[in-house]
């Protein structure tokens, strides 16, 4: 319990500060706490879902989210979450990793590339 404690913690303290903490969670969970990818990442879209409902509530509370676009947007939400767990219901956890490793090595790409265009943009305009 107190590893999952201090993944959580290292997670949330990293999201804070910019970096995907729900990816981190995935990572640090089946790296040290022994779990498999599909219950990491289960354990993640439930901690993901807590989040985005709380933040949803709060944000249309203080009027900062259009609501007809969220009634618009809601049904598709849920139906992209069945279909998505019928789609990872059938997929091995072999191949559930490969896929989460491919997509945070694209994800870790872009970023890079990102950055290193973003400064190399800094640059030009500080020169004008």
Same mark, same amino acid.
């Given at each position: 319990?107190?590893?999952?404690?201090?993944?959580?913690?290292?997670?949330?303290?990293?999201?804070?500060?910019?970096?995907?903490?729900?990816?981190?969670?995935?990572?640090?969970?089946?790296?040290?706490?022994?779990?498999?990818?599909?219950?990491?990442?289960?354990?993640?879209?439930?901690?993901?879902?807590?989040? %985005? @409902?709380?933040?949803? &509530?709060?944000?249309?509370? +203080?009027?900062?989210?259009? =609501?007809?676009?969220? !009634?618009?947007?809601?049904?598709?939400?849920?139906?992209?979450?069945?279909?998505?767990?019928?789609?990872?219901?059938?997929?091995?956890?072999?191949?559930?990793?490969?896929?989460?490793?491919?997509?945070?090595?694209?994800? %870790? @790409?872009?970023?890079? &590339?990102?950055?290193?265009? +973003?400064?190399?943009?800094? =640059?030009?305009?500080? !020169?004008?």
């Amino acid at each position: 319990m107190l590893k999952f404690i201090i993944v959580s913690a290292i997670s949330a303290i990293l999201s804070g500060m910019g970096i995907g903490g729900g990816a981190l969670f995935v990572i640090l969970s089946t790296l040290f706490l022994g779990f498999e990818q599909k219950e990491a990442q289960t354990i993640n879209l439930i901690m993901f879902l807590a989040a %985005g @409902l709380s933040s949803t &509530i709060f944000n249309l509370k +203080n009027k900062m989210i259009e =609501k007809s676009l969220l !009634k618009k947007m809601l049904p598709l939400l849920i139906i992209g979450c069945f279909i998505g767990t019928i789609i990872v219901k059938n997929i091995r956890n072999d191949n559930l990793r490969l896929y989460f490793s491919v997509f945070m090595a694209i994800l %870790g @790409l872009y970023e890079i &590339i990102s950055s290193v265009l +973003n400064i190399k943009k800094a =640059k030009n305009s500080s !020169k004008n």
